[in-house]
C-alpha cells in the first residue's frame, strides 16, 4: 500500500481539483481528506455516509453548583476570566487548564471533553472515503487530520488497497505536518506567482525536514509562463522533480459545477495532464 498526499504552500492553486482527479484514476484505494478546517474533497466526490463519529478534543471546566461553596478562589484564580460570578464558566474563554479544578476546595469543579467536530467514514464513486468536520473556531485540528490519516490507513489494509490518496492541508502548520508524515510521495500543487513560489518553498522545506519525497506540479502554468520558468529555475536548483505543468482550461470549472473531477468531465488539455501526472505517480510508486 502506497500513501500519496497533495498539499499547497497556499489555498487555492487547485490542490483538491488534483486530489479528487488522482481519486478517479487510481485503481483499488481509499481517499483521505485531511483538510479539516475546510474540507471540500466531498463537493467533487459526492460521498455517501455510512459511519458517523464525534470527535472529542480538549477540555473545559464544569462546575457543580450541589458541590460548590462559593468561596471564589477559582473566580480570582483564573489568569483568563473564564469563570464569571455565580460562579458559571465562559466556555469560550475556557483554556482547559484545569487550574480552577485543583484549587476548588469542595472538588466541585471537574474538567469535562469537549465535542469538536465529527469524523465520517463513507462510500463514493470510487470507493472508500474518510473525512471530517471540524466545528467552528475549534482547535486541535493537527489531531483530527492524524485520526482521518489513520482511519484511512486502517481501512486500506482491511480492504487490501492499494493505494490512500490524500488530500492534505494548504500552509505548513500542524495539520499540514500530521497530513505528510510517513507518506511514500508528497506532490506540492503551486501556481505561477510570486506568492505561489514563496508557499510551496516553506512546504517543500517541511517536507524535506520530514524526509517525504517531494515532487511539484504547477497549475495553470500557462496564464505567467515567465513566472513558470522561475518556479522550473527553482525546482532546478533545489532538485525539486517537477512532475507535471497543468494549462489553464474552463472545463476545470465546468466539471466542478457539475461536481465532478476534470478527468471524468472531458478529454481538454489539463484532463490529459493530469492523467500523464498520474502515470508517473503509479510508475515511481508501483512495488
Known sequence: MKQI???SGKGGTGKT???ASLAALAGKKVM???DVDAADLHILLSPEIKERHTF???KTAVI???KCARCGLCLSSCRFEAIKPGPSVDAVSCEG???CSFICPAEAITMEENDTGEWYISETRFGPMVHAKLGIAEENSG???SLVRNKAKELAEEMGLDWVIIDGSPGIGCPVIASISGVDTA?????PTMSGLHDADRVIKVTRYFNVPVKLVINKFDLNENFSGKIELYCKENNVPILGKIPFDKDVVKAMVDKRSVVEFSDGPASLEIRRIWRSLEDENLP
Do not use: N, P, Q, R
Not at 506532490?187 to 501556481?191: G, I, M, R
Open 5 to 7: 498526499v497533495v498539499i
Open 17 to 19: 481539483v488534483v486530489t
Open 32 to 34: 483521505a481528506d485531511c
Open 56 to 58: 472529542k478534543s480538549g
Open 64 to 66: 457543580d453548583m450541589s
Open 97 to 99: 487548564c484545569a487550574f
Open 143 to 145: 489531531k483530527l487530520v
Open 187 to 191: 506532490l506540492v500543487v503551486t501556481e
